[in-house]
């Protein structure tokens, strides 16, 4: 047994989310193989399906915004300590938001107000939903964790309970809402999907970076994350600043709302979070909880979303749940097995090293 | 004399770190060694490598005069070598057999091998004298005794050289002077022990033969007898280190602080402090003695506004505090009051942040440091960088992380931070627990100099010497009440007598107690179980 250094900067920002990807690439491989398709031929469908043309960019960028919002919503109460696996519901309630304000204003704000409103609305409904569970934990100690996955559940029913009784159009026959009116539709960027809300995602990875770095409350928070005995030795508060980290968390995951909402479907629908909570999870951990990582991050999950529905409308053989099970893989590989290859890694540098 | 241990020319770097270079000693079978140094001078590396935990890059290890390859601790243990470590490797749910057993089990039935077990524990304990219950819970175990059951646990698996790594850390000055004792008798019993230490006391007090180590080399051998701490204190730091410290006479000033029957009861009505009456006043240093669990650090606590007292009042520079209304901490400090913590790394800073993020902490919202919401990042580096200066702690890089600083330079920078801020009163917990003789010297003139310039200084600390020096008044705590105050210089046995609540100044029906009392002892078990616990949760 050797006592092994720590890797250096460059190889664990760079290197190791490298060897992640490749290693789940490779697994990925083998069951492509096992499933008579030659896998190389199968990358190139995917790349050129998530990259290929400016429709099929403008898709992936569209699916990143969402990973991008969720991921940095997982990040930033990650690094009060707290995790938020409610990202889900909060995507939810916070498109809910969104939607009451554009049903109860379109028609008389004009755009450049409706979509601040709208913006605005979203990130106000996914820092409630967030709160209730940070109110929990923070003045009653129930975990967060076991909180936010309930408040998924109870999101979903709501919005179902909405959607079939109370916000369904008079002449419609499945459960959405009346049609945005046009002075609440997210200006799009290029003919498809993709619209402005992506601007809109960039804005928060620099606010939460300048956040967690370069103010004082993220430097308290990050101390709570870290250490919440030197937190109240500060003076910090440690159950207001539970609220804070939650409440700006369940704000971010809220404006998946916007992108969906006010940028594609025009209209309130059902279960248009469809796993961006969740797969923010693996987002951040796979960004290392920083801002640039996560946008990079996102930018992978986006490209497997698209390109993988690329492939399996190219390639019958792989079917809709294959592509599941390739992204579950790289999901697997950069976020739960993140620090597999580690000592490997650590070994290898080791060798090169005159010692 | 015959070696049980050799070694010779032993080498190790890691990476550009050269952690021991050409170290050779020998360690003389059924005696007490003893080796010191600062930390980082790689004592600990060494034993390591004695050990099968690391392997030397050059060197032999000769084990009864035969060359012995290390390969692993299974290969140490083998060869009767074992290793007593620092923190404690035990699992506070198991019970002191079941901890003794793991590793051991010898068989996939636990009842046959726990009997045999049983069998030789207490033959252990009838050779060496080494008593725990071995159905008692860990968890509910004194610090000394989990001690104990980590040597037994090493003798357990047929060790005859046993390996202690910095073993006083973590023990009162009480458990300290047990656990000498225990290694007085398993000396006799012809155990071969070796006593890693950075505190002279100890070497003094406990081994037969002394080797000194600075920085990765063995700079001297001598048998214990012929040194002094004067001596061994010059080749630890390489320098002239003065052990006494020069103070003038104090000029008491006004009260900045005082206590007035503080007292605080925990959720489950423990009474944790009683009846608290203190006065600190500007331009003195007040000593809080006792043996540690006694309510000192609640008492710190209390006075920083961390936690609201639940009875009597606390006046803090005009401001006062009960229990319906209490102070925060970051209130303490706008009035002034600095607090350094007792333990720095669990309070005193984030291991995991830069230097310069740990020099403001609970000041990051000064307005030097932050302006229009932001934190001016360059002002906080330099900021630290001027800390660094002045308190001399190295490497002085403000970027570096707040972990990969020593102990002692830990401390310093959490000293600076807390001192340059030039407060009223001035809070001290364990002012230089695992740090250098180099840094100890330099953070005693500093608390002084902070107390000549009309600061109120209290300070906690278990180490009796430390205290004696210090303070211009001295208070002893014991199961969380004040039992007397003595005058600088009182005589150690008293102090001891008094922190063991056997005797209170003035004289009063007290009753007498062999050992340290046991509610103190109780509490302090707990509050270990907690913090072990939640260590351990975070790895």
């Not at chain 2, 104090?250 to 423990?270: F, I, K, N, S, W």
């Amino acid at each position: 047994m050797n006592a092994r250094l720590p890797l250096p900067a460059w190889a664990e920002i760079v290197l190791l989310p490298l060897v992640n990807i490749a290693l789940a690439f490779i697994t990925v491989g083998i069951i492509v193989r096992v499933i008579g398709v030659d896998p190389l031929h199968a990358l190139e469908l995917l790349v050129v399906g998530a990259f290929g043309s400016p429709e099929s960019i403008g898709y992936t960028l569209y699916y990143a915004t969402n990973f991008i919002f969720t991921g940095l919503a997982v990040s930033i109460a990650f690094h009060g300590g707290l995790f938020n696996i409610g990202g889900e519901g909060q995507a939810y309630i916070g498109g809910l938001g969104c939607g009451l304000a554009v049903l109860a204003f379109d028609r008389y704000l004009p755009i450049w107000l409706m979509i601040p409103v709208g913006i605005a609305a979203a990130a106000l409904f996914g820092a409630a939903w967030a709160a209730v569970p940070a109110w929990l934990q923070a003045w009653r100690g129930s975990h967060i964790v076991i909180t936010t996955i309930m408040f998924n559940f109870v999101a979903a029913a709501l919005m179902v309970y909405l959607m079939v009784n109370v916000l369904i159009a008079p002449d419609s026959m499945t459960p959405q809402s009346r049609g945005f009116a046009p002075s609440a539709f997210m200006p799009a960027m290029g003919g498809n999907a993709l619209n402005l809300s992506l601007a809109l995602a960039l804005v928060c990875c620099v606010g939460v970076w300048v956040f967690l770095w370069h103010t004082p409350w993220g430097y308290a928070l990050r101390t709570m994350g870290h250490n919440p005995e030197a937190a109240v030795y500060a003076g910090t508060d440690l159950r207001r600043m539970t609220m804070l980290a939650m409440c700006l968390s369940g704000a971010l995951a809220g404006l998946v709302g916007v992108n969906e909402l006010m940028g594609v479907h025009h209209r309130i629908v059902l279960d248009f979070p469809a796993g961006y909570g969740f797969a923010g999870i693996a987002v951040s951990l796979m960004g290392r909880n920083h801002p640039f990582g996560i946008v990079l991050a996102a930018v992978l999950f986006g490209a497997l979303q698209q390109g993988g529905a690329e492939l399996s409308f190219d390639i019958p053989d792989i079917t809709r749940e294959m592509v599941v099970v390739i992204q579950g893989l790289v999901i697997l590989f950069c976020g739960a097995l993140v620090h597999l290859p580690r000592p490997w890694l650590q070994t290898l540098l080791a060798l090169r090293r005159p010692s | 004399m015959t070696a049980a241990i050799e070694l010779e020319q032993i080498d190790k770097s890691f990476g550009s770190v050269h952690a021991v270079r050409g170290v050779s000693l020998a360690i003389e079978k059924g005696a007490i060694t003893g080796i010191i140094g600062e930390n980082g001078a790689g004592k600990s590396t060494l034993m390591s490598i004695l050990y099968g935990l690391y392997h030397a890059d050059a060197g032999t290890i000769r084990v009864d005069g035969q060359p012995v390859r290390m390969e692993s601790p299974h290969h140490a243990i083998a060869h009767g070598i074992g290793m007593v470590h620092q923190h404690f490797m035990l699992i506070d749910s198991f019970t002191v057999l079941e901890n003794v057993v793991l590793g051991a089990e010898g068989g996939p039935l636990l009842a046959r091998g726990t009997s045999a077990a049983q069998a030789e524990l207490e033959r252990l304990e009838r050779d060496y004298g080494l008593s725990v219950d071995p159905d008692a819970l860990v968890a509910e175990l004194s610090v000394g005794e989990q001690q104990r059951v980590e040597i037994l646990k090493v003798l357990f698996r047929g060790a005859r050289i046993l390996i202690l790594d910095e073993p006083s850390a973590v023990l009162t000055p009480q458990e300290t002077d047990q656990l000498f004792r225990i290694l007085a008798t398993l000396k006799a019993r012809g155990v071969t022990i070796v006593l890693i230490t950075h505190k002279l006391r100890e070497i003094m007090a406990a081994t037969d033969r002394v080797y000194v180590m600075r920085q990765g080399e063995m700079v001297a051998e001598r048998a214990t007898a012929e040194t002094n701490p004067e001596e061994l204190a010059e080749l630890m730091v390489g320098r002239k280190v003065r052990l006494q410290l020069d103070k003038a006479p104090p000029h008491p000033g006004e009260v900045r602080l005082g206590a007035e029957r503080l007292g605080l009861v925990d959720r489950r009505g423990v009474r944790l402090l009683d009846d608290i009456n203190l006065d600190l006043r500007a331009g003195e240093i007040v000593g809080i003695a006792g043996v540690s669990g006694n309510g000192q650090t609640e008492l710190l606590q209390v006075l920083s506004g961390i936690r609201p007292p639940s009875t009597g009042t606390l006046t803090v520079c005009g401001r006062r505090v009960d229990a319906s209304h209490p102070g925060d901490p970051a209130e303490m400090r706008d009035l002034g009051v600095a607090h350094v913590p007792e333990d720095r790394l669990r309070q005193g800073m984030v291991a995991a942040f830069r230097a310069s993020e740990t020099a403001i902490l609970g000041y990051h919202e000064q307005s030097q440091f932050s302006r229009n919401f932001l934190l001016r990042q360059p002002a906080v580096g330099a900021y630290c960088a001027r800390l660094m200066e002045r308190f001399d702690v190295r490497p002085r890089v403000p970027g570096l992380r707040s972990s990969s600083f020593s102990g002692g330079n830990q401390q310093k920078l959490v000293l600076a931070r807390e001192m340059v801020q030039e407060p009223k009163v001035l809070l001290v917990g364990q002012p230089t627990r695992g740090v250098d003789i180099g840094a100890i010297e330099f953070i005693h003139r500093e608390l002084v100099r902070s107390r000549d310039v009309g600061c109120a200084v209290l300070v906690v600390s278990v180490e009796l010497d430390e205290i004696l020096s210090l303070a211009d008044r001295i208070l002893v705590m014991f199961a969380g009440r004040i039992v007397g105050e003595v005058a600088a210089g009182a005589d150690e046995r008293t102090l001891g007598l008094m922190m063991a609540g056997a005797k209170t100044s003035p004289a009063s029906p007290f009753r007498p107690k062999t050992e340290s009392g046991s509610s103190g002892r109780k509490r302090k078990r707990g509050k270990r179980a907690r913090k072990e616990k939640r260590r351990g949760g975070k790895r």
